[in-house]
Each structure stands twice: as C-alpha cells, then as structure tokens.
C-alpha cells in the first residue's frame, strides 16, 4: 500500500515494497532486478494516478517506452525489511521526460536512487511522439535523484576478451506491449559478468535502449571487462543474433569483493 495517499496535483509518489525471498539473491541480498521492478512498478502506479498510463494513451494508438536507465545502489536491502520508492517526474521536453527514484529503507536510509528517460511511442510507426501535442500537464519536480544529461555509452572496445551468452526471447520476458521488459535486458547483460566480478556486487548500473527485442527472436549478450584496484567496469551490448541489431547498450561498475564488496 502507499505510505502517503497522493493526489494527480502532488508530483510525489511513493510506495511501500517488502522484501520477499523470492526476489533475493545467492547472497540473501535484493535482486538487482527485483529494484529495477520496483522502479517500473512505481512509475506505472503513478502514471495511473496521473492520468498518463499505458491504459490511458492506449486508446490514442499511444504508448510509454523506457529510453535510459541510470541506477545507483548504496546498500541492498535483504529480506524482512521494506523498501520505500519515491518517484517523480522532473523533467518534460519535446520528446523525452524524466523520472527520479529514491528508495529508502525502514530507517529513513538511501540504499539506492535512480534516473530514467522515457518517451510516448506511436505504436503504428513505432516512432516518439511530442508530448507536448499528446500528453495532459502533468505536476512537474525539478530536481534529480542522480544528475545524468544520458550522453551516449561506449561501444565494447575491439581488443577487449569478450564473454558472450546466448539467449531466446520466451513468452515470460514479454511486458503488455508484447516486446521485452526492460528488467529482462539486465538480466541478460549481467549474467555474462565473470564470477569474479559477480562475487562483488553492482553499485551503479547504465542501460541505453535502442531497439525492440520481439518474441522468439535469438539473442547475445555480450561483456568486457575494465579492472582498477577498488571496482570492475563492465561495458555490455545486446544483440539480434539473426540481423546483429544492437538492442541495448550498457555499463555496470562493481565493487570488488576484496574491497568491502563482499555482500
């Protein structure tokens, strides 16, 4: 339930999200995916309260799409605790808008903030639209959970060693607009981390969408690995195994687990 009911004229929303073992990890920690459906939740529930959501651009041939995800994790909430998100839009300019996180344990503590891009889709053209000409006035709060203009992410390096995987887009990676969910292409890209690397854990995480993955198509994911002595930076790509179209473009950086990374 929401811990502040809010009203359409309030740009702050927050929710109240326990921790179940299904969403922890090997570590006993929050999955990293489970915070990122915590986010889409969140957002998705106030967009509802705010007249714009998915069911409300529907009938105008109209739908949300996420552009850019940057995520910071101080601290990963483990079962029994409760996670408070806050969200709010920030930013609205031609065909983007911003949306800010917080989320925060029972104490009142960040253990992680967020900053998201996201767009209004033509779903016939599969083109943005301006939101200006589509989208009600919407309450509007300037200021970001993590500052980030979401320049563009480098491509993997040509001499890196590249860890790849291979992946089939299945029926349960599907999100109502029957292409898949953005949780989905996190999932894809950390699993090609190496075990060293994994055996830390992610404190920041930048995802670029650039392309549709449908169901069935064939998918790789695809990693390199940067070492310096207190983290691992990891550049990821994902891509159409049958055209090679780039999906999505990434970064995680990892505290390294014999530098107080161990979770």
Avoid at 84 to 107: A, K, N, Q, Y
């Amino acid at each position: 339930m929401n811990k502040h009911l809010k009203n359409s004229s309030d740009p702050v929303f927050e929710k109240c999200f326990p921790v179940r073992y299904h969403e922890l990890d090997c570590h006993a920690n929050l999955k990293e995916l489970s915070m990122l459906n915590y986010l889409q939740d969140s957002a998705g529930l106030h967009s509802t309260q705010l007249g714009i959501s998915v069911s409300d651009l529907r009938p105008q041939g109209l739908t949300w799409v996420l552009s850019r995800i940057h995520l910071i994790v101080e601290r990963y909430p483990r079962a029994g605790e409760t996670v408070l998100v806050r969200t709010w839009p920030s930013v609205r300019h031609g065909i983007f808008t911003c949306r800010e996180f917080e989320l925060e344990d029972d104490h009142g503590l960040l253990t992680g903030r967020a900053t998201t891009s996201w767009a209004v889709l033509n779903t016939t053209t599969r083109r943005p639209v301006r939101l200006d000409a589509h989208l009600p006035v919407y309450p509007l709060l300037a200021r970001r959970a993590v500052e980030d203009a979401f320049p563009t992410l480098p491509p993997l390096p040509d001499d890196a060693v590249i860890h790849e995987m291979p992946f089939r887009v299945l029926r349960s990676d599907l999100d109502i607009n029957h292409h898949v969910n953005n949780a989905v292409y996190a999932g894809w890209a950390l699993e090609t981390v190496p075990d060293d690397v994994a055996d830390g854990s992610l404190a920041e995480l930048e995802i670029t969408y650039r392309a549709e993955a449908l169901y069935g198509e064939s998918i790789v994911s695809r990693c390199s690995v940067e070492t310096s002595e207190t983290e691992f930076c990891c550049l990821h790509q994902i891509l159409n195994r049958n055209d090679g179209r780039e999906l999505v473009r990434l970064r995680s950086r990892w505290r390294r687990a014999d530098n107080g990374g161990t979770p």
